[in-house]
């Protein structure tokens, strides 16, 4: 069947003896013919086209894309150079006189084809009045004709710039004659002769991508000339390179507009379906194959377009009712009428079922459509004949003759067993057998028809051997090893089957039919002529084990293994040793200043066997690793594959020496230790020693051990397996351990603290710069490297780096997901709650801040029931209230920080800090009743904490002028007395920023409550305290200054440096004055305070 994928095997070819079987290649239209418009083709300046292409012309693939905005084209017409000359280009007489003709474009005025009716530019159907010319306006008489209007004559400028820049065009002058239609553009861009001509000159010159965007540019100046579009879809085929996707949605604008001009050119249809399909815009194919099959009715080959393209979407149901439509026409026609639908349609239809999963009623309508094309439609009581096939004996005898309604000689025996079409007659087979194991004779006797043990040259076999394939899969799904066997060992003579999944499943036949030795070599011979099969070797490892070969098993698991990690590696490491490797040539001949050290290789004796790096190829999987490989070819892959220790502890070198000119911000200097330091970490993180599957593995060393318990697993089910069992093979011959002494604690000689100043100091550097996506990538790589991950010191180095990171990034999102983790690791303590509201204050924005976000809520939130619930219980409550607090907190937090033995750490008393973050954070999104109640459990147990009493003073405060408010006055006085409280206990600081703090918040309250009299008091004792600040930090420079006293203290100092509010207080009291026209009081604040 062609075009749909069987349960069993991945391809089908539809061939038979029976002349009416067409296979998929008789359907796949012929490749485009490789067309490029040169100079010496011949092409109408005004029209644009030689002759219109028809679809067929065109190469597509299937698949699918979204009809584009029709601006698309000005992407093309960015950058039009002047080319270079190409005197080697030649054109012929017949281009020659049709470039010197200009003629009139006819823009948009073509006519449209009667069978569509009139169109507008949008597609829609244009009214006409009846009885009415077509060119007189709506309401009758003399009015505007409809239509787009005639273009205008080209001035005498245009046609003389045209003429001159054709001349220079013949002689080859082309970038002459570039600079002269660009300038007839300019003058009348709607001519398309003008942007036809650029295109040319473009194609002559081999510059294919700006001669297609001059003609896409000027395909819009001929939009219903279908030709036009035509020649601009075959360019963009012609230069499609890598980037295909974007091509073939330019050729679907194209060829929309091609339809919109005339929808009955189904070619360009099919085309467009076509290319819809390989853009992977399955849904837009099948709804164009439906709009072809509406316009073509029980057309066969949209039919099968269409069914592909439905398996795709696996909507089999609505293919199915598309076929049983057409099959209903067909079948009411006489069979000499019926041409189209053939036996292929048959398979295909049938293939349905399968997918279906409706076996029985697929072998009901193969039988009766094959009556049907074998002549007897009428013979409908062989529908009755359920059990078997005997229909489709190739004799009358013994089964067919003993039905009684049968009438020997009535038909010819054509007309049954022997005009079956093989493929069919194997799907019969492969049906029955899904029905059951009860039906394997019937199975068996249809699979006979391609007779298996026929070996000449002329046997079935070379021509379907798809079919024998079909048949083993299908018995070998059944259980029928043996009879499977039968099918698959002459499919090994041939070269298109005998393939690595053929020998795979010969060989599970053989297992289970219990031959080792023809399973063994099947295995070995998938295993000889496949090097990266992973799945053979684990099954022979799998295969020697049960046997007792233990070492042999070894040998095979070890090769999976390696096969498996090299997997997931694709290629990196010798592209990141390829960068060091290069580098180091670059600054080793600059500092010779010859050519002597651009050809280093590596270090001396790097051709001996006994030359190695510290990190030993990854090749080297276990203690057991018995290698196939050549001594030569390792060699020849650790030279290719890795980078000598000498070149690394040489870029080392040259990395601290740029160190200092970096750090003082020299853009040389900084960029060469960027490069450096990115090439010395690709070679760290291409060690997969140090970044293992399973985190909890710790750093083994560079031992074989070490990196096979490291190595990440690509096939995850398949090399578990192989793991399993390696671990299996090595207790059975006692892996002796890894002894902790011999870990080494440096690679390349440079130890991993040095290493790990690299990462971060690399991290910082590409912050500096902006470029955090490299900077995060960097840092979460250090965190994630073994050596590093289990040492709670260098991990706090790693996340204190990564905020000190977003802080200069400006990135709030990352700034509280390091925050979250600080929480986490260092759960309870007091320190992490402070980082993260420090954190959260220093950047983002204050109206849409991650602080008071859904996720930091429920996280903080989780924070608090952790440490109530793992809070001791009070003996003095009684044993309800202790039952009733174990049901409150059914939703348990986890607890994150362990300690040495890793037990949970506990909280040991409630955190106020936390309950006013979390107070905070509620406050932040305006809940404030709910914030209240945090801050009253901080309250009771700090009623003393001055910040505790400020929020709950504001907190009443901002509730009060809330809407919902119930009682304000209420509200404001409860506020205000927290307030006077928070004033006794600030008041009595020696601080004077602390006693201006508490001016500042009470100037602002009274301010907020419209008390500007109050608030004005306020704001001027805050400024009168800023004099005595600044008295006090002037001290504090004098004293720092002098040498230390023995027995000074430091710490009453701490205080000068404490937040000022005085050009807040200057600048609320300027806006005070300024709002009560009190300017020239608002001047001398300004003048005093705010000026510097």
């Not at 048959?346 to 999963?357: A, C, G, H, P, T």
């Not at 073994?786 to 040492?791: A, D, E, G, L, T």
């Amino acid at each position: 069947m062609e075009g749909i994928q069987s349960n069993t095997t991945e391809q089908h070819r539809y061939q038979s003896t029976h002349p009416d079987i067409s296979s998929a290649s008789q359907q796949a239209r012929p490749p485009m013919a490789q067309y490029a418009v040169a100079g010496n083709e011949d092409v109408d300046m005004v029209s644009g086209s030689e002759s219109e292409p028809s679809a067929s012309d065109t190469s597509y693939g299937y698949g699918g894309h979204d009809y584009f905005s029709r601006s698309r084209h000005q992407r093309y017409s960015n950058g039009l150079e002047p080319p270079t000359d190409d005197p080697d280009f030649h054109i012929s007489e017949g281009s020659l006189s049709e470039l010197e003709s200009l003629e009139e474009p006819d823009q948009v005025g073509e006519d449209v084809d009667p069978d569509l009716g009139l169109y507008d530019r949008r597609g829609r159907r244009a009214r006409q009045s009846i009885g009415r010319p077509y060119n007189l306006g709506a309401r009758g008489g003399k009015g505007i004709k409809r239509g787009p209007r005639k273009p205008l004559e080209p001035s005498l400028e245009f046609k003389n710039l045209h003429s001159e820049a054709t001349s220079a065009f013949i002689d080859a002058d082309y970038e002459r004659a570039t600079v002269l239609v660009k300038q007839a553009i300019q003058i009348n861009p709607e001519m398309f002769a003008a942007h036809s001509l650029l295109s040319e000159i473009f194609l002559a010159q081999g510059q294919k991508d700006k001669a297609l965007a001059a003609l896409f540019s000027g395909a819009h100046t001929r939009p219903k000339d279908p030709s036009v579009w035509m020649k601009v879809a075959k360019l963009i085929l012609e230069r499609a390179g890598e980037d295909r996707t974007s091509s073939l949605q330019d050729v679907v604008y194209c060829y929309s507009r091609v339809i919109e001009i005339d929808q009955k050119n189904y070619d360009i249809r099919f085309e467009r379906a076509a290319i819809y399909r390989e853009l992977g815009h399955s849904g837009k194919a099948a709804q164009e194959y439906e709009r072809l099959l509406k316009d073509l009715p029980h057309n066969t080959t949209v039919l099968r377009l269409l069914a592909e393209t439905y398996i795709d979407l696996n909507e089999v149901d609505k293919a199915k009712s598309r076929y049983d439509e057409s099959i209903a026409y067909y079948t009411s026609l006489s069979l000499e009428e019926v041409t189209d639908f053939t036996w292929s349609d048959v398979n295909i239809y049938v293939e349905f079922f399968s997918y279906l999963n409706d076996y029985e009623q697929g072998i009901f309508m193969l039988k009766s459509l094959s009556r049907w094309l074998l002549g007897r439609k009428e013979d409908v009581e062989w529908d009755n004949i359920v059990e078997d096939d005997r229909e489709f004996d190739a004799e009358d005898f013994p089964r067919r003759a003993d039905i009684t309604f049968f009438v020997p000689n009535q038909y010819p025996i054509e007309a049954y067993g022997a005009g079956l079409p093989l493929e069919l007659r194997v799907k019969l087979g492969i049906y029955r057998l899904k029905l059951g194991l009860q039906y394997r004779e019937e199975a068996l006797s249809h699979f006979s028809w391609l007779n298996p043990d026929d070996s000449s040259e002329g046997s079935l076999l070379y021509d379907f051997g798809d079919l024998f394939r079909e048949a083993g899969d299908a018995l070998k799904d059944a259980k029928l090893y043996q009879d499977a066997i039968q099918f698959y060992v002459p499919l090994q003579r041939t070269n298109e089957y005998a393939d690595t999944c053929l020998f795979m499943s010969t060989a599970e036949c053989y297992i289970a039919c219990e031959n080792d030795e023809a399973a063994e070599n099947c295995y070995l011979t998938v295993v000889e002529y496949d090097e990266n099969n992973i799945e053979a070797r684990a099954k022979l490892a799998k295969f020697y084990e049960k046997l007792g070969l233990i070492e042999q098993a070894l040998k095979y698991v070890n090769e999976a293994i390696e096969l498996g990690r090299q997997e997931s590696i694709p290629r990196r490491r010798r592209r990141f040793g390829s960068r060091a490797l290069q580098l180091a040539r670059e600054f080793r001949s600059t500092e010779s200043g010859g050519s002597a050290m651009a050809t280093y290789e590596g270090p001396i004796g790097a051709e001996n066997e006994g030359w190695r790096s510290p990190a030993p190829p990854p090749s080297v999987s276990g203690g057991l690793m018995t290698s196939t490989v050549s001594v030569s070819k390792k060699r020849r892959l650790a030279k290719e594959e890795y980078v000598g220790t000498d070149h690394i502890r040489y870029l080392y070198s040259k990395l601290l020496d740029l160190e200092p000119a970096m750090r003082e911000g020299q853009e040389d200097a900084t960029e060469d230790w960027l490069d450096i330091a990115d090439a010395l970490l690709r070679d760290f993180r291409s060690n997969r020693v140090f970044f293992p599957m399973q985190r909890h593995i710790m750093f083994l060393g560079y031992s074989r051990e070490a990196q096979r318990k490291a190595g990440r697993l690509k096939s995850t089910t398949i090399m578990d397996e192989v793991e399993e069992m390696a671990g299996r093979l090595q207790a059975t011959l006692g892996t002796p351990e890894i002894d902790p002494a011999t870990i080494p604690n440096d690679y390349h000689s440079i130890s991993f603290e040095q290493w790990l100043d690299i990462f971060l100091e690399y991290a910082l550097v590409l912050s500096g710069q902006g470029q955090s996506e490299e900077a995060y990538d960097t840092l979460s790589a250090a965190a994630d490297a073994s050596v590093w991950y289990h040492s709670k010191l260098n991990k706090f180095q790693i996340y204190t780096c990564w905020f000190t990171c977003a802080l200069r990034l400006k990135d709030e999102e990352t700034l509280s997901n390091i925050s979250r983790w600080f929480m986490k690791e260092y759960q309870f303590v007091t320190d992490t709650y402070r980082l993260f509201a420090t954190l959260s204050r220093l950047c983002g924005d204050p109206r849409k801040s991650l602080f008071h976000s859904s996720p930091s809520m429920k996280f903080m939130l989780r924070q608090i029931k952790a440490i109530d619930y793992t809070l001791p219980d009070d003996p003095l409550r009684p044993t309800q209230a202790r039952l009733t607090r174990a049901s409150v907190f059914q939703e348990r937090a986890t607890l994150t920080t362990r300690d040495e033995s890793g037990q949970p750490i506990p909280a040991k008393d409630m955190d106020v800090p936390l309950l006013v973050l979390y107070g905070h954070i509620l406050y932040a999104g305006t809940s404030f009743t709910n914030a209240l109640n945090y801050f009253f459990r901080a309250y009771a147990l700090a009623p003393e904490n001055p910040v505790v009493l400020l929020s709950i003073g504001l907190s009443y405060i901002h509730h009060s002028l809330k809407r919902q408010s119930d009682n304000r006055h209420y509200l404001i006085m409860q506020g205000l007395s927290f307030m006077q409280e928070y004033r006794r206990v600030r008041e009595t600081s020696p601080i004077p920023q602390e006693r201006q703090e508490v001016e500042f918040n009470f100037a602002r309250v009274w301010q907020m409550l419209g008390l500007t009299h109050l608030a004005v008091q306020g704001y001027q004792r805050c400024l009168a305290l800023g004099g005595e600040i600044e008295a006090e930090r002037e001290k504090f420079k004098k004293r720092k200054n002098t040498p230390a006293v023995a027995g000074g203290s430091g710490p009453p100092d701490k205080g000068a440096w404490m937040e000022d509010f005085t050009r807040e207080a200057s600048f609320a009291l300027q806006c005070l004055y300024s709002f009560n026209g009190e300017t020239k009081l608002a001047k001398e604040v300004t003048d005093r305070w705010l000026v510097i």
